[in-house]
């Protein structure tokens, strides 16, 4: 993944948010880092998304999230193109991440690089 990072705002399920924080910390990833995942997959087409409702419906709230440059660009555009808010993406891969229709598999393969 891509590491130049910068913060964004977006307008989340607070309630689902906070779930998914802890569901990232079980995993031992960032949520961040989970959330580019899951961008990325929806950039690429290889996962698909039914949005909910307008981004700033009640119980939503302004929540600042550093994502990978490259991918926010890349899904940004592809919410563009499917007539949706990225805030609105992201909360429908948030829920399916949380409901297990979504998942991320991350193998390591034992080498690094400086």
Not at 7 to 26: G, P
Not at 30 to 39: E, K, N, S, T
Not at 68 to 94: F, P, Q, T, Y
Not at 105 to 111: F, I, N, Y
């Amino acid at each position: 993944m891509p590491t130049t990072r910068t913060r964004r705002n977006l307008w989340l399920d607070r309630t689902r948010w906070a779930a998914f924080q802890d569901q990232a910390a079980e995993g031992l990833l960032a949520p961040a880092v989970i959330l580019d995942y899951l961008l990325d997959g929806y950039a690429d087409r290889t996962v698909t998304v039914e949005a909910g409702g307008p981004a700033r419906e009640p119980g939503r709230g302004r929540t600042v999230v550093p994502l990978a440059d490259v991918v926010h660009h890349k899904a940004n555009a592809r919410a563009e193109a499917d007539g949706l808010s990225l805030s609105v993406v992201c909360d429908a891969l948030i829920a399916g991440y949380l409901d297990g229709t979504v998942t991320v598999t991350v193998t390591a393969d034992g080498r690094t690089t400086a």
